[in-house]
């Protein structure tokens, strides 16, 4: 019961599975369509007035969006493979593994669409500047906020 709750080992992965699949749900349907829109962002006429650099952008970002929804879907394979062989706890912590490179792969996949986009429609070093602005908009909420209640909790409980 260290972890405040009168659960077993078996219980608390039940939970925490339940938890993890309904955080992956909101990321999977994100990078879904992050995905969808850069795979057919290579068909659209304007395609080829991109540049060399910007070429490369696209193929990196296309390479990420793919590893993001590579990771972010691997949870429900790794339940469906491993269920019902008295594996849920480790379960559990790999799918969690998963899904946090699967996050850090769609903020970069985020990321460099925008300054793919940025760049393109902008034409200048501001698209720089404003991706660089909404990356760190992004690290604040996405990792700052967490690790900042992680250690106020640390504090206050005195580890």
Not at 70 to 84: D, S
Not at 128 to 133: A, D, K, R
Request: charged share 15%; net charge positive; glycine share 6%.
């Amino acid at each position: 019961m260290a972890n405040g709750r009168n659960e077993t080992r078996e219980q608390r992965a039940d939970r925490r599975w339940n938890e993890l699949l309904q955080e992956v749900r909101v990321a999977q349907t994100g990078v879904q369509i992050l995905l969808a829109f850069l795979l057919t962002a290579a068909f659209a006429p304007r395609f080829t007035e991109l540049t060399q650099v910007e070429v490369r952008l696209y193929a990196l970002t296309l390479v990420l969006g793919a590893g993001a929804t590579g990771a972010l879907i691997a949870p429900v394979t790794l339940h469906r493979l491993v269920t019902g062989r008295r594996l849920k706890p480790e379960t559990v912590e790999w799918a969690s593994k998963l899904t946090i490179v699967g996050l850090y792969l769609l903020l970069c996949t985020v990321i460099c669409a925008m300054l793919l986009v940025a760049l393109f429609v902008l034409e200048s070093s501001a698209a720089y500047w404003i991706v660089g602005g909404v990356s760190l908009w992004f690290a604040l909420c996405w990792f700052a906020l967490p690790f900042y209640a992680l250690r106020r909790r640390n504090r206050v409980n005195g580890s």
